[in-house]
């Protein structure tokens, strides 16, 4: 199947609920679910990370399919859990069971839909691997929940050891005083929580601390406590329309001070779109980027180009995760030689593969976390998301200001 789609193709297929198999398929088929966030304040991500699931289904299926069970092709059923519907998220995942048949779920993407979610892949015995962040999802004791990228609590330390490992590198100091702002999703109140626990570990006065709703219109709530206690730093752990509502409201006040935020509330082309200019320095721990130095990397965002060929940024975080638990599920299915979700579990459970991943290779200990995820650290700059730490990984020098 060529891939010739465009995101208004692609928004077209998610409202039906379905993303067809290629056409013309003679052998049977593995249903592959894919319930995640399609509509609401991590909506982007969502479809991202199910665009990057798709590319890697045609490129399996193109290449042959499953050749361990006959050359089986696999069939994407992708739903809209919603970004913030747990109820939504239940129903749509067990539906994907129980109704499409699906041995393997990918979702789902948004950390408070994903908990939802993995109870009912829990309940039915299929395994689900999922790009959410928050601790929580490894910490239930399930056996058939996988999580790729790194805890939040990760994410929360790697956000102030690589910004103080910046400083030190470019400005030959480290920051002593931040502000940290949180939403009320289960990722960003893990992550609040743990900056706020870095800080006092670290000695750095929190000069302005809240949590916030999704969806504010006033950014008074972060402006005057920022204007006031002057920070060096400004962590911003929101949704992508909060973080571009308050950057703005900061920059045009003057202030350039680094905000550092994490996964999709920071790393999509929106903020750029949105922003321009006022993006820069605009900084955010996440799980992958489309500049890492890694084998296979470049290849697939030669692949992601092919597949949407009016999108001028590399491929972002969702895209690169749904890519790679694709090529995973397909090692899964050719070393299980079945599909049965039991045997496909056991044998996630046991696996030990490269990766485009950070890390780049993937194995799940007895909790389902991945044990070699890292986080890296990314800034916006002239329109585009660039990778700066870890610094093997680093593809740009770092500006400070």
Do not use: C
């Not at 399609?38 to 990057?52: C, H």
């Not at 700066?388 to 740009?396: A, E, G, S, V």
Request: no cysteine; charged share 20%.
């Amino acid at each position: 199947m060529v891939l010739k789609s465009r995101w208004t193709v692609l928004a077209a297929a998610l409202s039906l609920g379905v993303l067809a198999a290629p056409a013309g398929a003679q052998v049977k088929e593995i249903v592959i679910g894919a319930p995640n966030s399609l509509s609401g304040g991590y909506a982007e991500g969502g479809r991202q990370v199910v665009a990057g699931l798709r590319i890697a289904v045609d490129e399996i299926n193109a290449k042959g399919g499953i050749k361990s069970l006959g050359g089986a092709k696999l069939k994407l059923v992708s739903a809209d859990t919603s970004s913030d519907n747990p109820t939504q998220a239940s129903t749509v995942t067990r539906r994907v069971i129980t109704q499409d048949k699906a041995v393997m779920l990918m979702g789902a993407h948004v950390s408070t839909m994903t908990l939802s979610a993995q109870i009912e892949a829990e309940r039915a015995e299929v395994p689900i691997i999922t790009t959410s962040y928050a601790d929580a999802i490894v910490s239930k004791g399930f056996k058939y929940t996988f999580k790729l990228p790194p805890m939040s609590s990760a994410f929360s330390a790697a956000s102030f050891d690589y910004v103080n490992a910046l400083y030190a590198e470019v400005k030959n100091t480290r920051p002593k005083k931040v502000a940290i702002f949180y939403g009320s999703d289960a990722n960003s109140q893990a992550l609040g929580a743990g900056l706020l626990a870095n800080a006092k570990k670290n000695n750095i006065e929190v000069v302005a601390t809240a949590a916030l709703p999704s969806g504010i219109t006033d950014p008074t709530p972060v402006i005057g406590p920022v204007l006031a206690g002057k920070p060096e730093i400004i962590f911003l752990n929101l949704y992508t329309d909060d973080t571009i509502l308050i950057t703005k409201a900061l920059r045009n006040l003057g202030v350039t001070a680094p905000i550092v935020g994490s996964g999709s509330g920071i790393a999509v082309k929106t903020i750029s779109e949105a922003l321009g200019k006022q993006a820069d320095n605009l900084m955010g721990t996440i799980a992958w980027n489309g500049d890492l130095p890694i084998k296979g990397v470049a290849e697939f965002a030669a692949k992601w180009k092919a597949a949407f060929p009016d999108e001028k940024l590399l491929p972002q975080e969702a895209a690169g995760e749904g890519y790679a638990i694709g090529l995973l599920m397909a090692d899964v299915l050719e070393k299980a030689k079945s599909a049965d979700p039991k045997v496909l579990r056991d044998t996630l459970a046991g696996m030990d593969v490269p990766s485009i991943y950070p890390g780049e290779r993937v194995k799940f200990d007895a909790t389902g976390m991945n044990i070699y995820a890292m986080p890296i650290l990314v800034t916006w700059s002239d329109g585009k998301l660039y990778t700066i730490w870890p610094k093997k990984y680093q593809t740009i020098k770092p500006q400070l200001p």
